[in-house]
C-alpha cells in the first residue's frame, strides 16, 4: 500500500484523554495488543503488521515527553 492511500483516521476520546491513530482499514481484526509503555498500545493484525496506535492518559503522556526533551538555550 502506497502512503497516498493508506487509510490514516486519527480520533480523539476528551473524557477518556485516548487518542487512537489507525493505520490499516476500518475492518481489520486485531489479533493482539502491546503494550509498548505504559498508556501507550500498539494493536496488530495476525501477521504482526501494525493496525493503530492508542495512547492513554495523552496529556500526561505529552507532559512527560516534554520534560524528557533537552532544552534549548
Same mark, same amino acid.
Given at each position: ?20 491513530? /489507525? ?35 495523552? /496529556? ?8 524528557? /526533551?533537552?532544552?534549548?538555550?
Amino acid at each position: 500500500m502506497s502512503a497516498d492511500s493508506a487509510p490514516l483516521a486519527v480520533s480523539w476520546d476528551p473524557p477518556a484523554d485516548a487518542l487512537y491513530v /489507525r493505520i490499516a482499514p476500518h475492518g481489520t481484526f486485531v489479533a493482539e495488543t502491546t503494550e509498548v509503555h505504559p498508556g501507550v498500545m500498539l494493536d496488530l493484525a495476525a501477521n504482526g503488521s501494525l493496525i493503530g496506535i492508542e495512547v492513554i492518559g495523552v /496529556r500526561g503522556q505529552m507532559d512527560a515527553a516534554a520534560c524528557a /526533551r533537552p532544552q534549548q538555550h
